[in-house]
């Protein structure tokens, strides 16, 4: 087996994230889920962008912010996802290529337009994400590179598209495609709605052991397993995957690794702005010490280190120097 050229591939939904701070009363007039991500058609996705204040553009998408983070730590990465032939085609191409992340989709002409998830920011920094998944969900088996996948020592799979079946099976092949060439495979659960929808899918997955590295918050670990105990739900997964890790929001976060436990609390920060995107650079933070062989306790540090980032600022892709910021809060 050839040494890998690439840290991490991943593939997942080619979002942009439209922002804007909102008052609790206008969450419960527009009758929105607060704090959780919820699917809307085109006709919703225009009547709450009518609804939002001014609001600020940013590429996002679940799996493409964790490649954010993890470039910006130096990993070499690289993204699949589809985007459609218009404007917000282009700013995702744009800047996720500006990152340093390989970015080469073929973009799918017609409607639907590109996907778009717009984000109603509350006082207290909670993020209530409404997602037209548009072009996204129509990424299909034959725009994989399969060359790049088996080239990438990290295969790393956003739950969120396993929803719509086209990308789905694009993300089986993916899969086997990886295994094939003896890699790893990483799987994020994105949300408890997505597991209430394919939880069998998972579960099948982990219990045929093609998912190594297992990422989830303590909701999605719940939902995972049926077991409302955190403790409980740990014991029925980590001895299923290589790697399970399990964040905590306040609480922290947990890995396990082949018996090896560890734990890390969560950073010290002064105000929470805004909570969009810290269990996916968690996940950036995590990979960058564990591509390079960094100990467990040191690869959770990280994730927390670059969630806490996150967090104090508008908007999923960080703004501080990530690898300056890890560098010195480790030393």
């Known amino acids: 087996m050839a040494d890998p050229s690439l840290d991490v591939i991943a593939i997942g939904n080619a979002i942009v994230d439209v922002m804007a701070p909102a008052e609790e009363a206008a969450i419960a ?42 470039a910006a730590l130096g990993a070499k990465c690289a993204f699949i996802g589809q985007v459609a032939d218009d404007q917000l085609g282009e700013v995702f191409a744009h800047d996720i290529r500006a990152g340093g992340i390989h970015f080469a989709t073929p973009v799918r002409a017609g409607d639907p337009p590109t996907a778009r998830c717009l984000i109603f920011v509350t006082p207290d920094g909670e993020r209530t994400m409404n997602t037209f998944l548009g072009a996204s969900q129509f990424l299909p088996p034959a725009a994989l590179d399969e060359r790049l996948i088996a080239s990438a020592a990290i295969l790393y799979l956003e739950g969120y598209l396993w929803d719509p079946e086209e990308p789905r099976s694009a993300m089986r092949r993916a899969i086997a495609v990886a295994r094939e060439a003896g890699r790893k495979v990483a799987f994020t659960a994105s949300e408890s709605f997505v597991i209430e929808r394919h939880g069998d899918d998972f579960r099948a997955l982990i219990e045929e052991g093609q998912i190594d590295l297992l990422f989830v918050n303590e909701g999605e670990l719940a939902t995972l397993t049926g077991e409302s105990d955190f403790e ?68 959770l540090r990280r994730g927390a280190i670059c969630a806490c980032e996150i967090i104090s600022h508008y908007g999923a892709r960080p703004e501080a120097d990530l690898r300056k910021l890890v560098a010195e809060r480790l030393s």
């Not at 929105?32 to 998408?61: C, F, W």
């Not at 269990?279 to 467990?296: E, K, M, Q």
């Open 29 to 70: 007039r527009l009758g929105l889920n607060k704090g959780g991500m919820t699917l809307v058609d085109t006709t919703r996705a225009q009547e709450l962008y009518d609804a939002m204040g001014p609001a600020k553009e940013i590429s996002g998408g679940s799996a493409a912010n964790t490649l954010a983070g993890l």
């Open 232 to 299: 409980a739900g740990v014991a029925k997964v980590a001895s299923k995957v290589a790697v399970l890790v399990a964040t905590r929001s306040a609480k922290g976060a947990i890995a396990v690794a082949h018996g090896e436990r560890a734990e890390v609390p969560a950073e010290p920060i002064g105000r929470v702005v805004d909570t969009t995107g810290a269990g996916d650079l968690f996940a950036a933070g995590f990979l960058s010490g564990y591509v390079v062989g960094r100990p467990l306790a040191e690869c």
